[in-house]
Nanobody, 124 residues
Framework: QVQLVESGGGLVQAGGSLRLSCVVT????????MGWFRQAPGKEREFVAA????????DYADSVKGRFTISRDNAKNTVYLQMDSLKPEDTAVYYC?????????????????WGQGAQVTVSS
């Protein structure tokens, strides 16, 4: 069974930065593409960023492009989301997800495993 555990969420002022981490256990991490999604209160879950199993390819939602950076360390079974220049509209619960295959993918239903979520709150 694959388990994903996020950490690094919190409260930050607009313009600040946070880094989310997601540790994956239970399977060969390098066999999985990884993604980050978010869900704000009253809204549907949306794609944020994704990275291929090797880390050679990445994809970003237009709303975060140039501000967020996804990366992975296959030796540590960890994927990261560096979030800079945060805005109040970035406030949401952020989920990491694992997709068995090369990736990256923006499609949430293609992901096989999900973490429990990390709250990110950006104050104005």
């Amino acid at each position: 069974q694959v388990q994903l555990v996020e950490s690094g969420g919190g409260l930050v002022q607009a313009g600040g930065s946070l880094r989310l981490s997601c540790v994956v256990t239970g399977r060969t991490f390098s066999s999985y593409a990884m993604g980050w999604f978010r869900q704000a209160p009253g809204k549907e879950r949306e794609f944020v960023a994704a990275i291929s199993w090797s880390g050679s390819s990445t994809d970003y939602a237009d709303s975060v492009k140039g501000r967020f950076t996804i990366s992975r360390d296959n030796a540590k079974n960890t994927v990261y989301l560096q979030m800079d220049s945060l805005k109040p509209e970035d406030t949401a619960v952020y989920y990491c997800a694992a997709l068995y295959g090369q990736g990256p993918s923006r499609i949430s239903r293609e992901y096989d495993y999900w973490g429990q979520g990390a709250q990110v709150t950006v104050s104005s």
